[in-house]
Each structure stands twice: as C-alpha cells, then as structure tokens.
C-alpha cells in the first residue's frame, strides 16, 4: 500500500539536521535503501555533473534534482564546520565515525534516528518511492536503472502497480 500524501508532505523540511535531510532525500526522493545510503563515499558524489554513483548492490547512477543537490550542498558545508579534518571516507558522517580510526560508515543506529521521529522507516520510503514509479511506467528496465533494482524485483513492483498485466504464468 502506498504512503498516504499528507504523511510524506514536508518529510523532508521535518528531518532536523542537514545530514538527515540529505539522507531522507536520498531514501525519499531518489530510492536509495539504507545500505546504500551509509555506504556512500565522498567520492561518489559529483556536484559539478549533479549526480551520485551507488556502489553498493547493483551499480546505478543517480541524477540529482535541484533540491536534493541543494541539501548536498547543505551537508557537505556543515560536514565541513564541523569536522574540518576528518579523514572518513564516506558521505555521512556521524560525531562517532569521524572520531573511530576504522573510519567506518555512519551506523544503523544514526540512521534509525533520522528516520524514527519522521514516523517511517527508509525501506517503506523506498518501496513507496519505486511503486510510486512504477505506477508511471511499466518498464521494469526503467526501474532497474533508476533504483539499481534486479529484474524479478522491477517486475514486482511493475505486477503491484499494475496488476492487469500479469501474464498467466506468473499467476
């Protein structure tokens, strides 16, 4: 089922920091799970071509909309104030990983933080963003490309949306 419109309206205006709003924006907006959200590198987003390279599962390139390549900007400015000499790698950054010498990815934990006071987890933002495509489109290879989905999974979501083109095989 999909989230109600009122409950995803202001979603991301109501994420607190510029880190969680870059975060719910990538989850929200473009589909990004939450793996792939914490394991994004400084280095996979380019801000001067406006996209971000998602390594993690299927390879896919995301192409920034004006308003998550401005919280992009945000982010990195305030990841920059804050932690001027961190050496940690990835996109996200908590006060904890740019402080641990493993460098590591921003947790779990921070990331349920983000999304716990917006009342929805990021892998109900990411299903609802790729049913909400597919209801606009029945190319499974489409969603493939866009959300570095596998095949049988675009079918799903293209079978959930719309359901009347199930072939008989599949029933």
């Excluded at 799970?33 to 995301?62: F, I, N, Q």
């Excluded at 983000?114 to 489409?142: M, W, Y």
Aim: some cysteine; overall charge positive.
């Amino acid at each position: 089922m999909p989230i109600p419109t009122d409950r995803l309206r202001g979603l991301v205006d109501r994420a607190g920091t510029p880190m969680a709003k870059f975060a719910v924006a990538l989850v929200a907006v473009h589909g990004l799970g939450r793996r792939e959200t914490c394991h994004l590198l400084l280095a996979d987003l380019d801000l001067a071509r406006g996209r971000l390279t998602v390594r993690r599962d299927l390879r896919h390139t995301v192409y920034l909309d004006e308003l998550t390549h401005t919280l992009a900007k945000d982010w990195l400015r305030d990841r920059h104030q804050r932690w001027p000499r961190t050496a940690n790698p990835y996109l996200l950054v908590s006060q904890q990983t740019v402080a641990d010498d493993r460098l590591p990815p921003v947790s779990t934990m921070v990331m349920n933080d983000v999304f716990r006071p917006l009342g929805l987890s990021p892998s109900k933002l990411r299903q609802d963003r790729i049913l909400d495509e597919a209801r606009h489109t029945a190319d499974p290879v489409h969603l493939m490309r866009v959300f570095g989905i596998a095949a049988e999974t675009a079918m799903k979501y293209i079978y959930t949306a719309h359901p009347e083109r199930r072939s008989t095989l599949w029933r």
